[in-house]
T-cell receptor
Framework: GAVVSQHPSWVICKSGTSVKIECRSLDFQATTMFWYRQFPKQSLMLMATSNEGSKATYEQGVEKDKFLINHASLTLSTLTVTSAHPEDSSFYIC???????????FGPGTRLTVT | QKEVEQDPGPLSVPEGAIVSLNCTYSNSAFQYFMWYRQYSRKGPELLMYTYSSGNKEDGRFTAQVDKSSKYISLFIRDSQPSDSATYLCAAGNYGQNFVFGPGTRLSVLP
């Protein structure tokens, strides 16, 4: 299967700072990338969908000014959590889908802890 | 009604048992279906993907879709402790965002 990586895998930041998470498709071109959030023992929550070169589409209730998504190339998308607060602490997972396909491949996730 | 529903479990089975994991979906237009396995603190791993109705087999795993009843299943034969994970189903259509179920937690006991 296709490989998606995320960096960092784990990050701790102080309240009020911003943190950037990278998502890369390593062996295919990802025309669409997705960002999810997952709390312990809960299901995936889709935050936003982005197509390469276009603005991200955010799900209802997700603050686009707080969660900045950039999908500047066919292999890289970034999620920046701005002015992070402890309630932003969560597991963030990206996934990617190539052109002319429907399968979605997930990254390993990034655990964010805001102190 | 949620678009894709799963029993959250946990489901506990002894090693070697046949496991049946199930999802129901509400949108009859869905044509594509996927099953993922997620270990604790890891991203979901795509196990199987199928189109329309029918069965698909891959090793110990069999995915089954019954569009008439809007029911999808994943069977695991000869289950192993390493199969202990959360299994998520997803349904959707080509070019659209897939809808994920909440996942079923499976424990295979040695």
């Amino acid at each position: 299967g296709a490989v998606v990586s995320q960096h960092p895998s784990w990050v701790i930041c102080k309240s009020g700072t911003s943190v950037k998470i990278e998502c890369r498709s390593l062996d295919f071109q990802a025309t669409t990338m997705f960002w999810y959030r997952q709390f312990p023992k809960q299901s995936l929550m889709l935050m936003a969908t982005s197509n390469e070169g276009s603005k991200a589409t955010y799900e209802q209730g997700v603050e686009k000014d707080k969660f900045l998504i950039n999908h500047a190339s066919l292999t890289l998308s970034t999620l920046t959590v701005t002015s992070a607060h402890p309630e932003d602490s969560s597991f963030y997972i990206c996934s990617a889908r190539g052109q002319d396909t429907y399968e979605q491949y997930f990254g390993p996730g990034t655990r964010l802890t805001v102190t | 009604q949620k678009e894709v529903e799963q029993d959250p479990g946990p489901l506990s089975v002894p090693e070697g048992a046949i496991v049946s994991l199930n999802c129901t979906y509400s949108n009859s237009a869905f044509q594509y279906f996927m099953w993922y396995r997620q270990y604790s603190r890891k991203g979901p791993e795509l196990l199987m993907y199928t189109y329309s109705s029918g069965n698909k087999e891959d090793g110990r795993f069999t995915a089954q879709v019954d569009k008439s009843s809007k029911y999808i299943s994943l069977f695991i034969r000869d289950s192993q402790p390493s199969d202990s994970a959360t299994y998520l189903c997803a349904a959707g259509n080509y070019g659209q965002n897939f809808v994920f179920g909440p996942g079923t937690r499976l424990s295979v006991l040695p």
